[in-house]
């Protein structure tokens, strides 16, 4: 039922911004609507194409700038979509999900302790960036601030025996390693 439901809801999203553009070639949200439904459906090249288009149009589109630099991010283009995330973070600074795939993009790219401070600065009920600093201290080998990172984490949010588990596997890596090697 939820797959057929997702479907008819793509479809409709698609029509509704075809029809944006036909009513109006320069509308920027049919562009970014239609490259938003192409990417549900895994065309990510027709995505990024759309999203070109629209970005033409509006080069600051904050909501374009993020949905496209994701498409790279996903097709492995990592430094192309860091630049699209350090434009968009200039230009709007205080969007806490923009702020968290730009850390993101910033970890990916190697670039952990302009993440960290990121993820530090974001809300803590936003996404709970413990979990996502957890990982970037691990991959450097950090494992017990990696432990401390997951200890923030509200309950309930993880299942309680997966997060003492993973807690307790930290706990007990040595205090400090060499990051993994990466091929």
């Known amino acids: 039922e939820f797959r ?8 409709n999203a698609e029509a509704a911004a075809q029809q944006a ?22 065309k990510f090249v027709q995505a990024e194409d759309l999203y070109k288009q629209a970005l033409s ?21 990592l430094k192309d979509s860091l630049a699209l995330r350090l434009r968009l973070r200039a230009q709007e600074p205080l969007v806490p999900i923009f702020n968290q795939y730009t850390a993101i993009d910033l970890w990916l790219n190697g670039r952990n302790d302009e993440a960290i401070a990121i993820f530090k600065a974001l809300p803590p009920t936003f996404f709970f960036p413990g979990f996502f600093l957890s990982q970037v201290y691990a991959s ?12 923030e984490i509200p309950s309930g949010v993880i299942p309680p025996g997966a997060l003492a588990e993973t ?7 040595p205090a400090q390693t060499a990051p993994p090697q990466t091929t």
């Open 167 to 173: 807690i307790r596997l930290l706990s007990r890596a």
């Open 4 to 11: 057929r439901i997702a479907a008819a809801s793509l479809h």
């Open 140 to 151: 450097m080998g950090r494992y017990s601030e990696a432990a401390d990172a997951l200890r």
């Open 21 to 42: 553009i036909r009513l109006d070639p320069n509308n920027i949200d049919g562009y970014s609507g239609l490259g938003l439904a192409r990417e549900f459906e895994g």
């Open 57 to 77: 149009l509006d080069p600051g589109s904050p909501d374009t700038l993020h949905r496209y630099s994701l498409v790279l991010a996903i097709v492995g283009r």
